[in-house]
Structures are given as structure tokens and as C-alpha cells.
């Protein structure tokens, strides 16, 4: 079946960088857009970015520009979000999710399949 | 971007009541509109896609109705594994969330 697997909590200092990962499986990587979405602490979702695995392009939301990076590794699988320059207001569960459409497809942002979520604490 | 806006914040019911829960767009969305369902420590599910479509696997007491602006998700009969937080989404543009509705044991 259908899986996307993250890695490990992590805690790091304010100005530091941190890059998630999530495996995935049951699937062809280059087949579907992979999203990354974020959740703080007593607050909604928030969208983060898209990745297009198939040509390693990347768009961000405004929010985050200039400080996010997605990517991935065709050879493992693997889609990656980096975040650098952490404020304590990046403090988060971090979700990586698979589009529902393939690529060929007209790109439709519905979320069908999700990670277990990272959780990152930015803390001095 | 497209502010998402659902009511209520919070909701109390009981096993077998039907609830519903609104969702409202800034500005017209057509039918680009989503609904899952999170619970703490788990991954968001994708319940109803396409304002009405209903994900593959998700149970028929979930129906999503509305097109524009004004969106409802209805559960028919609440079961014991119902109580979660209801998130609309509207991917029309950059994709955004409603707030959260937390349906809760009365």
C-alpha cells in the first residue's frame, strides 16, 4: 500500500536549519506531486510547498520564501524539506502528503495520502 | 490568499446524532473544496474531495455538499470514531485551511 514515512522529532536553536524527510513506498515517486504542510502548536494547517518529483521543481508559499528548500531523491524514494533560519514560531508538526492526481493529470492540491508528521521544536 | 472560514469552532454530540459543519470562501472557489479529518498524533484523512466526492474507503454517512463560497460536511450518524477535527480546504489557488472545527463526546 500507499505510504509516506518521515523521519525523527528534532529540536533545534533559533537561526539553525533543519531538513525533514519522507520516504515513499507503494508507489513510483515521480508519478505525483508531493505537498508539505505544517501544523503549530494550537493552530490550524498551513501550507508549506509543492515538489514535483519528476523534475525536482519546487514552488513555495510567499511566507515562506527565501528560507524553505524541497527536493528529493529519485534513487531512495525520498522527498526532503529544509527549513533554515528557525524562529521559534517554526515550532511545529510537519506533514509531508501526496497529491490525489497523478502528474499528467490537471494538478488539483487534495491530499490523499499523509505522513506521520515530524515534530520539530525550535527552542534556545 | 483565500481565507477559509468554519463554524463552529467546537461542536458537542452524541453517538448517532447527524451533525453538520459549515466552511465559507473568501471569494468564489467553484468546487475546489476538500474535508479531512485529524486526530492528535495521527495524519490528516482525506474524507471528500471535489465539494462531494467521496474519498475511496471513507464511510457513506460523510457527504460534503456546496459550490461558490458556502460549503457543509454532514456526518449522518456519529460513530465512537468520529470525534476528531474537521479541516476544509479550498484548493481553487494556493491551497488554504479552515480553522478546525473539534467535534467532541457530549
Known amino acids: 500500500q500507499v505510504q509516506l514515512v518521515q523521519s525523527g522529532t528534532e529540536v533545534r536553536k533559533p537561526g539553525a536549519s533543519v531538513k525533514v524527510s519522507c520516504q515513499t513506498s507503494g508507489y513510483t515517486l515521480t508519478d505525483y506531486y508531493i505537498h508539505w504542510v505544517r501544523q503549530a502548536p494550537g493552530q490550524g494547517l498551513e501550507w508549506m510547498g509543492i515538489v514535483n518529483p519528476s523534475t525536482s521543481s519546487a514552488t513555495y508559499a510567499q511566507k515562506m520564501q527565501g528560507r524553505v528548500t524541497m527536493s528529493r531523491d529519485t534513487s531512495t524514494s525520498t522527498v526532503y524539506m529544509e527549513l533554515s533560519s528557525l524562529r521559534f514560531e517554526d515550532t511545529a508538526v510537519y506533514y509531508c502528503a501526496r497529491s490525489r492526481v497523478r502528474l499528467t493529470a490537471i494538478r488539483d492540491d487534495v491530499f490523499d495520502v499523509w505522513g506521520q508528521g515530524t515534530v520539530v521544536t525550535v527552542s534556545s | 490568499d483565500i481565507q477559509m472560514t468554519q463554524s463552529p469552532s467546537s461542536l458537542s454530540a452524541s453517538i448517532g446524532d447527524r451533525v453538520t459543519i459549515s466552511c465559507r470562501a473568501s471569494q468564489t472557489i467553484n468546487t475546489y473544496l476538500s474535508w479531512y479529518q485529524h486526530k492528535p498524533g495521527r495524519a490528516p484523512k482525506l474524507l471528500i474531495y471535489?465539494?462531494?466526492s467521496l474519498q475511496s474507503g471513507v464511510p457513506s454517512r460523510f457527504s460534503g455538499s456546496g459550490s461558490g463560497t458556502d460549503f457543509t460536511l454532514a456526518i449522518s450518524s456519529l460513530q465512537p470514531e468520529d470525534f476528531a477535527t474537521y479541516y476544509c480546504q479550498q484548493s481553487y489557488s494556493t491551497p488554504t485551511f479552515g480553522q478546525g472545527t473539534k467535534l467532541e463526546i457530549k
Open positions: 471535489g465539494a462531494s
